[in-house]
């Protein structure tokens, strides 16, 4: 009786194991080929129509560590510079002027330890910090 139902439970298990399956959705990515080669320079002119350079401002409270893996993401948006840092987001206008700096490092509610990343909803003029395995929404 016993063997009977491990046979059974078998292959209940096997039948639920190979009846599932995953199916992945494909997308379309946009895809940039780059005939450089490896230790060659790429000028930016090759795959850019204009480059503008931003001189941001520098105050007291926008005080940016230069150093290395510090930086963590660079976004703009139409009327924003977003610059993270592991321990701050900066916020300047498109004329590079400072405005502001965003959340808080701690270990409290709102407050991050180490930023990793940062995304932005311009829709929904949300901000999202992603510190390990939390994300915060401001």
Known sequence: MRTEFCYYLFLASSFLLFSCSSKTKQYDLLEISVDIKVGESLPLSKISEEITAIELEFTDESIINPE?????????????????????????????????????????????TRIRNFAIDETNKRLFINFGRKIIKI
């Open 68 to 112: 290395p893996n510090k930086l963590k993401r660079i976004i703009l948006t139409d009327d924003y510079v977003f610059l993270a840092q592991t321990e701050k987001i900066f916020v300047f206008d498109r004329n590079g002027k400072f405005i502001r700096s965003i959340g808080s490092k701690g270990q409290g509610r709102g407050e991050y």
